[in-house]
């Protein structure tokens, strides 16, 4: 691995340690030429505290160690990339990142959508919420929904109008996603069991 150390004064380049899974960043460490070398052999990572002047190993003394998945240095080779399985909250003062974010598995705007939906169940008004109002029906009813919009699915991509084939398909994930919250999952839940099935 060609990193190049030298064009920092001190000897010393950034690291962005990122979950793994999450793909959410976890902090921002820096190393020199032996942290790197020991990280890569222990398999932890392994910074170069400049505040104690000297390598410290990420949980030694809390023991929420960063477990190393893979590395790599950016286009200028000047600075690193660390994914990681973190063992326990990353941050010092406990919680999960530095930047005092929950280290969830996030699915950007299809998790959002999902808080949306949580809300709607939570506020129900079934005479403004579309959401409320079909969940006031009950389970059967939204898996009916889901059935329907499947249906249409499968019509629209017989045909040849892409269009009404992507709005058919988002109204079959939004019923889906509703379908999941009405049976007390979540999306996370479903990716956990396609990832039981990976080999």
């Known amino acids: 691995m060609n990193v190049d150390f030298n064009k920092s004064p001190d000897g010393l380049i950034p690291a962005i340690i990122q979950d793994a899974l999450t793909e959410k960043v976890l902090m921002l460490g820096y190393m020199n030429e032996e942290a790197l070398q020991k990280t890569i052999d222990s398999k932890l990572v392994t910074f170069y505290s400049r505040r104690k002047q000297r390598l410290w190993t990420k949980g030694e003394e809390s023991g929420n160690v960063l477990n190393l998945v893979d590395l790599k240095p950016d286009c200028d080779n000047d600075a690193l990339l660390i994914k990681v399985n973190p063992n326990g ?3 010092h003062k406990g919680t999960d990142t530095c930047w005092k974010e929950t280290n969830n598995q996030s699915f950007g705007f299809i998790s959002k959508l999902e808080e949306t939906i949580s809300s709607r169940i939570d506020n129900a008004d079934t005479n403004k919420s579309y959401v409320a109002s079909l ?10 929904k889901v059935g329907e919009e499947a249906v249409e699915v499968v019509i629209e ?7 009404l084939f992507l709005e058919e398909s988002a109204d079959l994930l939004f019923h889906y996603l509703m379908l999941l919250q009405a049976k007390g999952f979540k999306l996370n839940d479903v990716v956990d069991v396609l990832k039981s099935r990976e080999k």
Do not use: L, W, Y
């Open 89 to 91: 909250p990353t941050c």
């Open 157 to 163: 991509a017989k045909d040849n109008n892409d269009e």
């Open 135 to 144: 969940f006031a029906k009950g389970i059967n009813k939204v898996a009916q």
